[in-house]
């Protein structure tokens, strides 16, 4: 993390994502860390530090709402915006009633994230 930007950490298993997110959230701003798994995140020094999660909704192993439940059982609350490339018209609104700030359908534009964290994050 570098300098006082808001720490975003991206928790996708799409090898894609996880290289080119953390470029875009940079570029609006904030500071970005990718992890592959929700384990990988869990395992990592980011949890305390991160005040938001682009988090993916199907990964094999912990899946995002998993993740989700796992932050809460330890107390770590952080807002979510989930993505999905799954189209499903009920998942958003249960995520949204499970706590999450935002769920973006894959491909989403880049204006669509940005409101999504700019609704939880000021840029510094």
Request: aromatic residues 8%.
């Amino acid at each position: 993390m570098k300098g006082n930007r808001s720490l975003v950490s991206i928790v996708d298993d799409d090898q894609s994502v996880c290289e080119s997110l953390p470029d875009l959230v940079w570029e609006f701003g904030f500071a970005a860390e990718a992890f592959s798994s929700a384990e990988a995140f869990l395992a990592s020094d980011y949890i305390d530090r991160t005040e938001c999660l682009i988090l993916d909704v199907s990964m094999p192993g912990m899946t995002g709402p998993e993740l989700q439940k796992e932050l809460m059982i330890r107390q770590r609350p952080i807002p979510i915006v989930f993505i999905t490339a799954q189209w499903d018209e009920d998942l958003r609104p249960r995520l949204i009633e499970q706590g999450a700030v935002d769920c973006l359908y894959k491909p989403f534009s880049e204006a669509a994230l940005l409101g999504a964290l700019s609704a939880i994050l000021k840029v510094k």
